[in-house]
DNA sequence: AGAATAGTGTCTGTAAGACATTATGAC
DNA sequence: GTCATAATGTCTTACAGACACTATTCT
């Protein structure tokens, strides 16, 4: 280690107590980057993956779709989820989502009004009880088809290489975890959850193994009740109190 | 959706083109909060993880440990990992480290000047090649072990929440991929990587199927050398060009 | 020879994949 | 009855775990 000779100089410059040095910080003292909260919503209906984008009313990329997103709102959000959520709930009136961060983005491009910084939420919302709500400062809201990773709309900023990150994230955890089941209304069927989990891998999953799998994880309990759309019946099932996102062990493989 | 009779009125009131708009931008018109980039930098030597740490020479929590960190240079990062590349190789003069983004924690409450995010990242150092560097604003730099995701030292700020997080994301990894190897020196045995992932996920691995594992990864190439240490020498390996990350099917469950 | 570490052989257990079969309802 | 969807039976395959065994060096 280095000997500072001028050490003691550069400490006693400082103020002796934490409280003095808080009473003469000055948080514009230095420059900070600008710092938001997007969201890639997803829910499955109509046998796609769906992602929620936004209009922007507002320069920069004004006019462009983009993903949910705001600034902190230093006063009123405690937290960054605090952000995601009341966004969410703006948009869409969900007020229980499945949130999980994904990412942060920091860099000095991708915004042209200099450095900004992106926390990146993903959310899954059940196709049910979802009211899209335009206004605060959105010109217009909706559901884009996902294919790929991608949707048609040119999107702002960074967004189109954000949600095909995020897309790709969701797809690869959707092979060892219970995720799916947050797509899902309250009581559904094995079946159903199987085609959402083959819609958001993009691939065929046997159905004997599906069923082993869900229910060995003993995550699931039967409602007594059936649903009647259809031919045979097929057992309603809903998730059990310990509300937690279930691990297995393995991966599912993706047939052929 | 809603109908919005001001809505034109609220357009208009904004500049027409997104260069008026850039050229009227104000970055302090809102309040920022402060955004940091901290690692948590782990390396395991004397059968022991480890995890680096400095203390701070400077108000808030003045001579408290803390996690390698700083804030983003808006002049000279060009992005979050530079910030952290940068400051790594301030305290420790490695240059090609594994980093990995982990989470960003933003709060009021983290840090008493208000409102403050970090992006955390991680990062894997092999024993050799690691010169610590003091100054730059740390009285002292060291490795402290890490027992159960701790630290006897107390950190600063949120640091031990963090660290314990951190810990488990790195334990729960290593047991489905490849990480470890970014801890060996170039040439290693498969036993000296064995007790590293045995280290790290604090549990005992069967031999034959850690060799297995590893061998039908087919990431390793043998360098045709042997360490010479002990009784039988043994193969020495080394990472096969394909640099990255090798993802397991199946996670390693732990014995007994 | 004996100790210590490196490395193999081989059996069991578990869960995924494949796919044939049976079950239950609508018509 | 036929059709469609729900659900089960059961065989194969892949790979982790257990553990006994052999191999190579040192003293």
New interface residues.
């Given amino acids: 280690?280095?000997n500072?000779h001028n050490?003691k100089v550069?400490?006693t410059l400082?103020?002796d107590t934490?409280k003095q040095?808080?009473k003469d910080?000055n948080?514009?003292d230095?420059?900070?980057?600008?710092?938001a909260v997007d969201s890639v919503i997803y829910s499955v209906f109509d046998d796609e993956l769906h992602v929620l984008i936004v209009k922007r009313?507002?320069?920069?990329?004004?006019d462009y779709w983009s993903l949910v997103g705001g600034?902190?709102d230093?006063q009123n959000?405690?937290?960054?989820i605090d952000t995601a959520m009341r966004k969410l709930i703006e948009k869409t009136g969900v007020k229980t989502p499945y949130l999980e961060?994904f990412?942060?983005?920091?860099?000095?491009?991708r915004d042209?009004?200099?450095?900004s910084?992106t926390?990146v939420y993903f959310a899954l919302l059940p196709v049910d009880s979802i009211t899209?709500?335009?206004?605060h400062g959105a010109q217009d809201?909706k559901w884009a088809k996902l294919t790929n990773g991608k949707v048609k709309e040119k999107l702002a900023f960074d967004h189109d290489a954000i949600l095909k990150a995020c897309t790709k994230r969701l797809r690869d955890k959707v092979l060892y975890t219970s995720l799916p089941i947050h797509l899902m209304p309250e009581k559904f069927t094995l079946n159903g959850l199987q085609r959402v989990y083959e819609i958001i891998i993009d691939n065929k999953i046997d159905h004997k193994s599906f069923r082993r799998r869900l229910l060995n994880a003993d995550i699931l309990e039967e409602t007594g009740e059936m649903q009647k759309t259809g031919r045979r019946p097929a057992m309603l099932y809903k998730l059990k109190k310990s509300n937690e996102t279930f691990f297995f062990?393995?991966?599912l493989?993706g047939s052929q």
């Fill in positions: 280690m280095r500072f050490y550069m400490v400082q103020p934490e040095f808080l910080y948080p514009n230095f420059d900070r980057p600008s710092t009313a507002n320069h920069p990329f004004r600034y902190v230093l959000d405690t937290d960054l961060q990412n942060t983005i920091g860099n000095k491009t042209p009004r200099g450095w910084i926390t899209l709500e335009a206004g809201i062990l393995r991966n493989e």
